[in-house]
């Protein structure tokens, strides 16, 4: 199968640094304060983004150094080798927090022939388009995360964090899901400053998902833009059933 897929990293309208990042099949984009990429991509695909938590003086250096393992790892192909590749990137950045006070979040998706997965640790997200809305895969790591009563719609509350890369010992989410959907997913740059309903609203009046990536880039910055703004959305494209 293959994927139409754009992501979109921007500072924001308040933060001096970009902490956030993002990794799509060995293309790395961090430490920029603002990138743009669009690609159609053939399974298997590997996509995530990366957020410097909250505290932590550079959390860029975490971004920087998810992005970097992962361009020296294979694309993982179940929930093991996941497994692998994310405490291979916490490790690292368990080791540079030894010099570097940083800490990020992760959140992505791994789209295959056989097996498709989510997976996340902290609070960046994950959320799958079906028949218009949007159904959030991954799991906050914050206590109501956690117990299931997310608080996201409530943007004056910020809930610390239970898990992050960065900590001695982390138990990522992973789930298995369907490649056939439309995936978004985003930092809390564009959660805490723009509703599902409004994302939900541009996905329905707009196709063209470089078009949707900017607008809600757009929206999250006109709002305040109060921290770094990453966006990853993936569209599976239809085959054209007169080929071949």
């Known amino acids: 199968m293959k994927y139409e897929i754009c992501a979109i990293t921007d500072v924001g309208c308040v933060r001096k640094n970009n902490e956030d990042?993002?990794?799509?099949?060995?293309?790395?984009?961090?430490?920029?304060?603002?990138?743009?990429?669009?690609?159609?991509?053939?399974?298997?695909?590997?996509?995530?983004?990366?957020?410097?938590?909250?505290?932590?003086?550079?959390?860029?250096?975490?971004?920087?150094?998810?992005?970097?393992?992962?361009?020296?790892?294979?694309?993982?192909?179940?929930?093991?080798?996941?497994?692998?590749?994310?405490?291979?990137?916490?490790?690292?950045?368990?080791?540079?927090?030894?010099?570097?006070?940083?800490?990020?979040?992760?959140?992505?998706?791994?789209?295959?022939?056989?097996?498709?997965?989510?997976?996340?640790?902290?609070?960046?997200?994950?959320?799958?388009?079906?028949?218009?809305?949007?159904?959030?895969?991954?799991?906050?790591?914050?206590?109501?995360?956690?117990?299931?009563?997310?608080?996201?719609?409530?943007n004056d509350i910020k809930e610390p964090l239970m898990q992050y890369i960065g900590k001695e010992t982390v138990l990522p989410h992973i789930k298995q899901v369907s490649n056939q959907t439309h995936f978004l997913v985003c930092t809390d740059g564009l959660t805490d400053m723009v509703s599902l309903d409004e994302i939900e609203k541009v996905f329905a009046q707009q196709e063209n998902i470089k078009t949707i990536a900017c607008l809600l880039l757009d929206k999250a910055k006109e709002k305040g833009g109060l921290d770094n703004i990453t966006i990853i959305i993936i569209k599976p494209v239809k085959e054209d059933s007169n080929n071949g």
């Open 21 to 154: 990042g993002f990794y799509i099949n060995n293309m790395g984009c961090y430490k920029t304060s603002e990138c743009f990429i669009y690609e159609k991509i053939e399974e298997p695909l590997i996509a995530f983004v990366a957020d410097g938590v909250g505290g932590s003086k550079s959390g860029e250096e975490a971004t920087e150094r998810c992005i970097q393992t992962s361009q020296k790892a294979d694309i993982p192909y179940d929930d093991n080798e996941i497994i692998e590749l994310i405490d291979k990137m916490n490790k690292d950045v368990v080791a540079l927090r030894k010099t570097v006070d940083c800490a990020c979040t992760i959140a992505g998706v791994i789209l295959g022939e056989d097996s498709s997965y989510i997976y996340n640790l902290g609070d960046s997200r994950i959320y799958a388009l079906e028949q218009g809305y949007l159904n959030q895969l991954s799991t906050d790591d914050t206590v109501s995360g956690l117990s299931g009563n997310n608080l996201s719609e409530n």
